[in-house]
Each structure stands twice: as C-alpha cells, then as structure tokens.
Nanobody, 115 residues
Framework: QVQLVESGGGLVQPGGSLRLSCEAS????????MTWYRQAPGKERELVAS????????HYSESVKGRFTISRDNAKNTVYLQMDSLKPEDTAVYSC????????WGQGTQVTVSS
C-alpha cells in the first residue's frame, strides 16, 4: 500500500533552517509529482511546493519562494523540502502528498518557528 512518511520537523528560531524529508513506498515514485503542503492552526491547508516526477520542474507558493527549495532523490524514493530564513508565520504541520486516482497523504511533521 502507499505510504508517505515525513520527518525532520522541529523547533527552530526565526532565521533558522530545517530540512524535511518524505520517504515514499508502495508506488512507482519517479512517475509522479510530489507536493508539500502545510496547515497552520485555524487556517486552510496551503500548497507550499511541488516537483515533477523527474525533478525537471518545480513550483512554489509566493510566500516561500526564494526561501524554500524542493528536491527529490528517485533512487531513495524521497522528496525533500529545504527551508531557510524561516519566519514565525511558517509554523505549521507540513505534509507531503502524491496524487493519481486520489490524493495520498503522509501523517505530517510539525514545524515551529519561535524564539
């Protein structure tokens, strides 16, 4: 079955960095685009970044463009989100997702940006 397992979240000070990982299994990883979403308390889920199956194209929300970088290693079935210059408003649960017949979600990892 499809599994997506995120890791790498935590508490970081403003201006700091974190790298999130999402390890996938149960499907042909390199065929599908992968997407990172986030949801802060009381807010709607927001698309953060996405990457094509072969990594040839990426897309970022305006709120993270220039600070976050999405990448993938198809040999490891893993997608990454490098987050730099973190701000308190980046605090959220971050989840990775893959979609074909339906959207498959990981369990999410908490990122808290606070001094």
């Amino acid at each position: 079955q499809v599994q997506l397992v995120e890791s790498g979240g935590g508490l970081v000070q403003p201006g700091g960095s974190l790298r999130l990982s999402c390890e996938a299994s149960g499907f042909t990883f390199s065929i599908f685009a992968m997407t990172w979403y986030r949801q802060a308390p009381g807010k709607e889920r927001e698309l953060v970044a996405s990457i094509a199956g072969l990594g040839t194209s990426t897309h970022y929300s305006e709120s993270v463009k220039g600070r976050f970088t999405i990448s993938r290693d198809n040999a490891k079935n893993t997608v990454y989100l490098q987050m730099d210059s973190l701000k308190p408003e980046d605090t959220a649960v971050y989840s990775c997702a893959a979609a074909w017949d339906r959207t498959y979600w990981g369990q999410g990892t908490q990122v808290t940006v606070s001094s």
